[in-house]
């Protein structure tokens, strides 16, 4: 589904700035998989969902997404492809403009909109039933402005509307991060119920170690641009976060805490 091959960035090349943010990355995503990826600030990690979302362009290698090369397509152009929620919960959503006018919009993305009604009676009972699965109440209040709720709420409403044009993957920033411990579970909750549910190919950025060992059925960690550990379900389910830490420093031989894995 996702194919990542060869792929390479630099920023400020050529001068005292230069940084190798990707070297040579390869990964590939079957139908259906869920991956988190984590690594220390620099690591790559969001250079690599930026490469697949179009938001960056790379020096060398390609992306594909289900059979399609999209490496030279621009953001906009791969919206029918992809779904994304950033860490911030102010980004997913337009805060002056009401739920429901938000969700009309997301199922539009990538398709031809025209002049007909943003928000139509069959639209609106579509999105009272996507609504309900959150259990936050929000079926009843679709003329509220998203600018009124909670960064909780902001976060699962951006979740369910980044699934609405059936995406090809999934793409999850840091999407927890902002949020504090009991909303953060709430959305961790709220994104392996959505991605069972629509069998959702999945990539998740994460700084939290535990997160990323209870979620999703395949990790990586990323390091100086490189995946430097690969874990199937199997291998995944028998790590804890000290294991994680330790895999680390046997094979890059460094010192490496959760506390900087967590920043």
């Known amino acids: 589904m996702l194919e990542i091959t060869n792929l390479s960035k630099t920023f ?16 590939r995503l079957n139908d259906g998989e869920f991956v988190t990826v984590i690594g220390s600030n620099g690591a790559g990690k969001s250079t690599v969902l930026n490469m697949v979302g179009g938001k960056m362009r790379p020096d060398a290698g390609s992306v594909r997404i289900a059979g399609k090369d999209v490496t030279k397509l621009a953001d906009h152009a791969r919206a029918k492809y992809i779904g994304r929620v950033f860490q911030d919960p ?9 739920i429901e006018e938000n969700m009309s919009l997301a199922l539009g993305r990538g398709t031809f909109r025209g002049l007909a009604s943003g928000v139509t009676k069959n639209k609106r009972e579509q999105f009272v039933e996507e609504l309900k699965s959150l259990e936050l109440g ?7 402005k998203v600018g009124l709720l909670s960064g909780g709420q902001r976060q699962a ?8 044009s059936g995406p090809k993957i999934l793409l999850l920033d840091e999407h ?11 959305v961790a909750r709220l994104t392996e ?16 170690m535990e997160q990323a060992l209870r979620l999703g059925s395949r990790l990586i960690m990323m390091h100086d641009g490189q ?11 028998k790590m804890t976060v000290p294991d994680l830490l330790h895999e680390f420093e ?11 894995m967590l920043q």
């Open 90 to 98: 102010m980004a997913g959503t337009a805060p002056s403009m009401s």
């Open 227 to 237: 995946i430097i550990l690969d874990l199937d379900s199997e291998q995944k389910a």
């Open 138 to 144: 929000l079926e009843n209040r679709l003329k509220a």
């Open 12 to 27: 400020f090349p050529g001068t005292v700035n230069e940084r190798k943010a990707l070297r040579d990355i390869n990964l």
């Open 176 to 186: 927890t991060a902002a949020l504090d411990p009991q909303r953060a579970a709430l």
């Open 250 to 260: 046997k094979i890059k031989g460094a010192q490496l805490d959760d506390r900087t």
């Open 193 to 208: 119920e959505i991605v069972q549910r629509h069998q959702l190919t999945t990539l998740m950025v994460t700084h939290n």
């Open 157 to 164: 409403l951006s979740l369910l509307m980044a699934t609405f």
